[in-house]
């Protein structure tokens, strides 16, 4: 029995050994190498399943629609190849949810050559031809690995980029009933290539400035022991910008030509009759260059009207100078507004806003209607202007019905019709439309008297004064302003005393008062050209006074109302213009002198005139004109003329058988009040041009009153208190002067002598020790004594004559012989010009102004006669001007050339523009939503046979396959181990024991038994 016991626990012990070796094999080696060795099974076949939703932008409705869809993906391991590395397609495809259609953008296919175990990728390429190729140092993976490390950021291929993605690990969640990694990744403005379609739908211009990019980001909930994904979302947003598109603007150095037909009908001053024109032509042609920094065209605008037979209609014609926006075709400048031209962006059914010349304001053309036919295959939108008595730049009021047929998408204008009636009551009191009656010449006889202000001699010449004045027309069809060119000849004894004096400007037709116009008028005037046609005001008495323009003065000035009389039979009105002591600049004194200058610089003048016009009450003729004027000189200041000195003294004397010429020039400059700066430049040169002396410069400040000199030269030292010019009204006896021979100076008193009742003479004579090399003997040494005689203005201190004699003695024994003299005299024009000079300064210190000009002019007596029976026709004018029926009377449509010419025009702008429109209707659709051209996302699927459910399942059942292998069964095996460990000790315990031996007993306890 005991031996059973034994055997028994031998047997539970080792039976529970080889369990727990059992146990511990399965969990610390068949497990781990289960996972160690786990890879990519090579008989995969299975599908992923996700559900989205995707708006992509549709160019032909212009919307984003949105689409749910359903995504297979299908992954198939097509078997190992013979590096070992499996081959692995994967078939996307996407299912409209709605339609049951394919979704192209989102159907792929790829071919991946990938590591077995690590899913590193090696080679893939796809559908569309695309191939990449990887090594193991690129470290790029297809899928998570298997098992998944999450202490590491993987690179992970993404077939939406072409290339891979980083993949960070963000922590752990519970997907599909197992713990999952979560692995994030994103891209930013992935730049991607355009899709074909829209590439080729854009011109290479354009194409090459738009950009498409993608920014997306990607969550995967991968198992750690599988890699198997078991959830996934992904979000991708496709951005789409375009370059900024050419704008749809009028080309540069571009232009157009219209003609038109039509009829005119057109009241005639001249004949005080209605002239019918029918049959009328006209073309508008219009010139433009490049737009500036602003997108602005300055264009030319000229427009030519010819009678039926061809002739032209002068006064219809004319050229302007527009601007205007090369986009909108709205005017920029010039004063005005609205349409000039549509936009090539074309017009819509609303209302537009159009500037016409003849109103000088917006009008509104208002959209009345389409029309469908007239213009076939083309379409118009058709506008209408309406004006009732609205003022007119002609004068009066007018009437216009004007209708437009624009192409609407380029904003062509395929045809229009034009109507203007326009009345002007008193039509005749403008200026005439008949030119000639413009054109005429005035002839006036003149008393011209003109007296030297210096020696006060008169001269007296009678002259006739002619103007002539051209009208050259009018700068625009409605003969608003007049160009007028005015001639003025001076003529003695029938000959011109010279060029005439020509002046342009422009003149309001209504108002006659000055108008600038650009390109034609040669000065700015203001006031009135003549007298309005009637001089009656709207109260029916004569204004006070007119403004009107005064040559002499070149001002406009008041024209007063004086007398009121009866000339030759005629209701006559005396305006007068006064003007008595009226300061003259010298600008304004030269014009007053007839242009004349009168050689007084500084010199200004007062303006002393009478001009007194007879003109007829009915009509505004002038009927007889008496003008009379004069001018004084006012000399300028006593000091202005110092500051302001520019006079040369010339010498001429003999040396040794040669002539020589000593030349001084004075030149003065203000240094401040009450003080001159005069620059002494002195040369001494023989008559072939070489130095006898050397040239010397030198400055000095002088008081400009007193001539004292402040401050002398270099050479001078500092010499105040002496003089080197003579004061005004000289009086003393003594003026110690300065005077220079080369470098030498010589202080010494000029002496007071002879006098008369002008003039007054001083002598002065200095000495000075000089080196003979200053004459060319180089190592003797002179003596020389200069002598100075002056003549001297009593008034104005002006030398009017001077002499020098010069002593040269040698003191030394070399030849030349011991004296030397030189004498040098004032030349002839030297005398006249110091006589001159001291003219001036003379009437300078008196400061009297002195009367240069007196100038009485009268019309002539024909011309008076002449104004006397114009004025009785134009009386006659008016009586018949002044009815109901229009003055104007015009209608112009496009000539039948011209609208053949718009339409073909309008067809090909059409094919030009309509895809630039399409596009620019894409970017501001875009560019609204943010430049989102596509956006997607998707998720695997959570119920049912889902993705989620079904790979979740998969990896539990891994799992369980593992915890059963590698937990499970090994713990039971450990349990049982443990058990019969136990129990085989036990029993090994429980065995069979010997008896115990006995004891003896002592002899008393047997003895008590």
Same mark, same amino acid.
């Given at each position: ?7 028994? =626990? ?19 080696? %068949? ?38 869809? /359903? ?46 175990? !690590? ?43 072409? +290339? ?53 980001? !990607?969550?995967? #909930? ?46 005639? @001053? ?106 076939? $295959? ?71 008297? @003109? ?64 108008? %600038? ?70 600008? @304004? ?17 007062? %303006? ?19 003008? /009379? ?12 003329? #110092? ?146 005689? %002056? ?24 030849? $030349? ?14 005398? =006249? ?67 053949? +010419?718009?339409? @073909? ?21 875009? !560019? ?82």
């Amino acid at each position: 029995m005991g031996n059973t016991f034994k055997i028994a =626990g031998v047997i539970a012990l080792v039976v529970g050994l080889v369990l727990g070796g059992i146990g511990a094999y399965l969990m610390f080696y %068949y497990v781990p190498k289960q996972e160690e060795d786990a890879e990519f099974p090579v008989d995969f076949d299975d599908h992923f399943t996700y559900a989205g939703n995707m708006d992509q932008f549709d160019p032909a409705t212009g919307k984003f629609p949105i689409t749910n869809f /359903t995504v297979d993906r299908h992954i198939v391991n097509t078997g190992e190849l013979e590096n070992g590395h499996y081959l692995v397609e994967e078939n996307i495809t996407a299912t409209d949810d709605g339609s049951g259609n394919g979704i192209d953008t989102l159907s792929k296919f790829h071919k991946y050559e990938v590591h077995r175990k !690590e899913l590193k990728l090696y080679s893939v390429e796809n559908q569309d031809g695309f191939t990449d190729a990887f090594t193991d140092q690129d470290d790029v993976n297809w899928m998570f690995p298997i098992p998944v490390d999450k202490d590491r950021d993987y690179k992970i291929w993404n077939m939406n980029i072409l +290339t891979y993605s980083m993949a960070e690990y963000q922590g752990t969640e519970e997907r599909g009933g197992v713990d999952c990694y979560v692995f994030y990744g994103s891209e930013e403005d992935f730049e991607m290539p355009l899709p074909d379609a829209l590439g080729s739908m854009l011109p290479d211009d354009i194409k090459v400035g738009t950009k498409m990019t993608m920014t997306l980001w !990607e969550k995967a #909930w991968v198992h750690p022991l599988t890699g198997a994904v078991v959830d996934y979302e992904k979000e991708v947003t496709v951005f789409l910008t375009f370059p900024e598109l050419p704008a749809l603007e009028y080309p540069s150095n571009s232009g157009s030509i219209t003609g038109f037909d039509g009829d005119l009908t057109l009241f005639d @001053q001249a004949s005080g009759t209605f002239v019918n024109m029918n049959g009328i032509t006209a073309e508008r042609s219009i010139l433009w260059g490049s737009p500036d920094a602003n997108g602005t065209l300055t264009a030319e605008e000229t427009v030519n009207v010819y009678a039926p037979g061809g002739s032209p209609i002068d006064m219809l014609g004319s050229t302007v100078q527009v601007m205007f926006d090369a986009a909108s075709g709205e005017h920029t400048g010039m004063g005005r507004t609205g349409q000039y031209l549509f936009p090539l962006s074309g017009v819509g059914q609303e209302d537009l806003m159009v500037w016409d010349d003849g109103f000088g304001q917006e009008l509104t053309a208002a959209y009345i209607g389409m029309d469908n036919d007239t213009f076939d $295959p083309l379409k118009a939108c058709i506008y209408r202007i309406d004006v009732e008595g609205l003022p007119y730049a002609a004068g009066g009021t007018a009437d216009m019905e004007m209708t437009y047929w624009i192409e609407p998408t380029t904003g062509i204008v395929l045809d229009v019709e034009k109507h203007v009636w326009n009345w002007r009551m008193q039509d005749a009191r403008r200026l005439p439309l008949d030119t000639a009656m413009i054109n005429k010449t005035v002839h006036m006889n003149a008393t011209v008297t @003109q007296i030297n202000p210096l020696t006060t001699e008169e001269s007296t010449m009678e002259i006739v004064v002619e103007q002539m004045i051209n009208c050259s027309g009018y700068t625009d069809m409605m003969f608003s302003v007049a160009k007028i060119e005015e001639k003025v000849t001076k003529l003695y004894m029938g000959m011109p005393m010279g060029a005439p004096a020509v002046a342009r400007f422009g003149v309001d037709a209504v108002t006659m008062e000055y108008e %600038y116009v650009p390109g034609w008028s040669t000065m700015n005037r203001t006031g009135l050209f003549t007298f309005p046609v009637g001089l009656l005001n709207e109260t029916g008495g004569l204004p006070d006074h007119f403004m009107m323009y005064y040559s002499d003065l070149l001002i406009s000035a008041p024209t007063v109302l004086t007398a009121e009389t009866d000339f030759n039979g005629l209701a006559a009105a005396v305006y007068t213009m006064d003007f008595s002591d009226v300061p003259l600049n010298h600008v @304004q004194l030269v014009a007053a002198l007839s242009g004349q200058d009168p050689g007084l610089p500084g010199a200004t003048g007062l %303006y002393d005139g009478t001009m007194t016009y007879t003109v007829d009450i009915d009509t505004g003729t002038i009927l007889d004109v008496e003008r /009379t004027s004069s001018v004084r000189i006012v000399p300028p200041t006593y000091e202005y003329l #110092w500051d302001h000195l520019d006079s040369s003294t010339t010498l001429a004397g003999q040396f040794m058988g040669e002539n020589i010429t000593v030349t001084q020039t004075l030149t003065g400059a203000e240094f401040i009040e009450g003080m001159t700066e005069i620059t002494v430049t002195e040369t001494t040169k023989y008559d072939n041009g070489t130095d006898f002396l050397p040239p010397d410069e030198t400055t000095i400040l002088i008081n400009t009153s007193s001539h004292e000199i402040m401050t002398g030269g270099d050479q001078w030292g500092d010499p105040t208190g002496f003089y080197f010019l003579f004061p005004p009204n000289p009086t003393a006896p003594t003026y110690l002067m300065v005077q220079t021979l080369g470098p030498y100076t010589m202080i010494a008193n000029a002496t007071r002598g002879d006098e008369t009742d002008t003039t007054v003479a001083y002598n002065w004579t200095g000495e000075t020790v000089a080196d003979a090399a200053l004459i060319g003997y180089p190592g003797m040494e002179l003596n020389v004594t200069m002598d100075y005689n %002056y003549l001297v203005d009593k008034v104005s201190g002006i030398v009017l004559d001077i002499t020098v004699d010069i002593m040269l003695e040698n003191t030394t024994a070399l030849p $030349p012989p011991g004296y030397l003299m030189l004498d040098f005299a004032a030349s002839e024009n030297t005398k =006249g010009s110091a006589l001159e000079g001291s003219a001036v300064m003379a009437w300078a210190l008196s400061g009297m102004p002195v009367e240069v000009l007196t100038v009485e002019m009268e019309m002539y007596s024909m011309e008076v006669m002449y104004n006397v029976g114009k004025a009785g026709v134009t009386q006659n004018m008016l009586d018949i001007a002044d009815g109901d029926e229009p003055a104007l009377d015009l209608f112009l449509e496009f000539n039948s050339t011209t609208r053949e +010419t718009m339409k @073909q025009t309008a067809q090909a702008t059409l094919q030009t523009i309509q895809g630039l429109n399409m596009l620019k209707g894409m970017k501001a659709i875009l !560019e609204a939503n943010d430049d989102t051209y596509m956006h997607v996302y998707y998720s695997q699927v959570d119920e049912g046979d889902g993705s989620i459910e079904y790979w979740g399942n998969e990896a539990k059942h891994m799992e369980d396959q593992l915890a059963l292998f590698g937990t499970t069964i090994p713990v039971i095996l450990f349990v049982v181990m443990l058990v019969l460990v136990l129990a085989g000790i036990a029993l090994l315990i429980a065995g069979p024991k010997e008896a115990p031996a006995e004891e003896e007993l002592p002899e008393d306890e047997e003895g008590e038994e």
